[in-house]
């Protein structure tokens, strides 16, 4: 079955798939962040006293969460470019990776809203109460009491969301991106075996996954000295 | 000090506080007593506007109580108050729970706020946990250091809501030295509590609350010896047996 793994482990096979690996993790990264400010964005307006942006937030997230990420990813390779030509009359060909990093930032911030809403909801509404009866705004409080409480029980689950990121970015390889799993593919096509690169594609992935895992438990374990 | 003209407080349908006044003069020692659901909290938090009542009027030194009024904080900052389950911040050290709003409401800076902090974590006899998390407290000592905390922002009036009920019997007591200390010292105060024994020796006046009403009003040792309503004798018996 792996008769030709020694064929397809060398040292340049390797150094590609690192960088498909790089690739994945870069874009992984960028979306959780922009997710992270599109999640700020959303969560403030699911709390907001405004019924418009209260609306506008519960469409966005049901709407991402409720439809297939690559079904996402395809539409939007489809619409940008033809938005683009709408509005300056000229064709672009698109970039497939900021179109990966744009898609994957927009799913990624559906979930991140609900994580800050959930995060900031679950905080006793006795803080709020002590804080107001402390004389502390609603911005105070919110600034001083309530994110940092939230911020510990959210960046739990925003490690999860990195790495389901990094394993979902993947899914941008089907418009053309050259990523981790793609490189495999790349690299199988060439040997006529994907076996290999697909196994080796698996352990580059471990790692990544594994990893992030390693350094969010250690940093869970910081945050919870004071409780 | 503290007026309530006619305050109604409902939930949906449900009245809480059913027209409901009373007075509260300077260095006044006031208990709220009465069965499970009377209204007793309600009628504490509607005092200093964690409620709104829907009816009537809640005057703070002949000012009235009025959510978005410029002189709401100011009003509010008169007023102290004590939960049962404390509250306290806990990603902050006890220092940091008590010079918070000292440094971001009153503008007292960090050195000022730390000595009035240590002032009153002394009072309470908690100086040496200065540096402890909330979490690595019994909960007399959270209790002491909730106290110490409104008493930072220098009240004049402090409002207790059950602060012993959600305690250990062996800690009930350091809280209640702590209440009965305060109430030597002159501060005026409105405490609802179960503790009948307190409510005997340190109130002036208990107010006997049933049903969201005020049953009974009355001086604190004439309510226990011989109280006038029915409905307060019963509860009495109840809880004193
Ligand atoms: N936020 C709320 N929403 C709905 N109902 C409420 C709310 N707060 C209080 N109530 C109801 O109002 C009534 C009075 O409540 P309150 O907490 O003032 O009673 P209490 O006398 O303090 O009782 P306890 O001794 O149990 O603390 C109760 O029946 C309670 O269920
Ligand atoms: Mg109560």
Redesign the pocket.
């Known amino acids: 079955m792996f008769v030709a793994f020694e064929k397809v482990f060398t040292l340049a096979n390797m150094i590609y798939l690192f960088k498909g690996a790089l690739i994945s993790l870069m874009i992984a990264a960028l979306a959780l962040f922009f997710g992270l400010i599109l999640g700020i964005i959303g969560a403030s307006a699911k709390r907001s006293k405004f019924f418009l942006f209260r609306w506008l937030g519960n469409i966005y997230v049901e709407v991402i969460r409720g439809t297939p990420m690559l079904l996402q990813i395809l539409l939007l390779f489809a619409v940008m470019p033809a938005m683009y030509t709408a509005i300056t009359g000229s064709v672009i060909r698109p970039n497939v990776y900021v179109i990966g990093v744009i898609a994957l930032s927009i799913n990624s911030g559906a979930y991140t809203t609900e994580l800050i809403r959930s995060g900031i909801n679950g905080i006793d509404k006795g803080q709020w109460e002590a804080a107001e009866t402390l004389g502390l705004s609603n911005f105070q409080t919110m600034k001083l009491v309530i994110l940092p409480q939230a911020f510990k029980r959210i960046v739990p689950p925003l490690v999860s969301e990195f790495i389901t990121l990094i394993k979902d970015s993947s899914l941008i390889s089907t418009i053309g991106a050259v990523e981790l799993l793609k490189s495999a593919q790349v690299i199988g096509n060439t040997y006529f075996d994907v076996m290999s690169p697909y196994t080796l594609a698996m352990v580059f992935y471990l790692a990544m996954t594994l990893s992030i895992s390693f350094v969010a438990r250690k940093l869970e374990g910081r945050l919870a000295q004071s409780d | 000090m503290i007026k309530l003209k006619s305050i109604t407080k409902r939930f949906n349908q449900f009245v809480a506080v059913d027209n409901v006044s009373l007075e509260i003069k300077k260095g006044e020692i006031v208990c709220l007593i009465g069965p ?1 659901g009377s209204g ?3 009628v504490l938090r509607c005092i200093n506007g964690l409620e709104v009542p829907e009816e009537g009027q809640v005057l703070i030194n002949d000012t009235p109580l009025i959510k978005d009024d410029e002189k709401y904080t100011d009003l509010k900052l008169k007023m102290g108050f004590v939960f ?1 389950h404390f509250h306290l911040f806990p990603h902050m050290n006890v220092l940091d729970n008590l010079t918070l709003a000292q440094i971001h409401v009153k503008d007292r800076n960090e050195t000022e706020a730390k000595d009035i902090a240590m002032k009153y974590l002394k009072r309470v006899g908690l100086e040496e946990k200065a540096l402890e998390y909330p979490s690595k407290l019994s909960g007399g000592q959270k209790q002491r250091v909730a106290i110490a905390r409104s008493l930072c922002m220098n009240p004049e009036v402090m409002l207790f ?2 602060p012993t009920s959600a305690l250990d019997p062996e800690m009930v007591i350091e809280v209640l030295s702590v209440m009965q200390e305060l109430a030597q010292e002159g501060m005026t105060m409105v405490v ?1 509590t179960h503790e009948m024994g307190f409510a005997r020796t340190v109130a002036d006046r208990v107010i006997f609350l049933e049903d969201g009403q005020i049953v009974e009003e009355n001086h604190a040792e004439e309510f226990f010896a011989n109280p006038k309503s029915e409905r307060a004798r019963s509860f009495l018996n109840k809880v004193m047996h």
Request: aromatic letters at 0%; hydrophobic letters at 10%; glycine letters at 0%.
């Open positions: 499970s007793k909290s309600t049962q809501d059950e609802v």
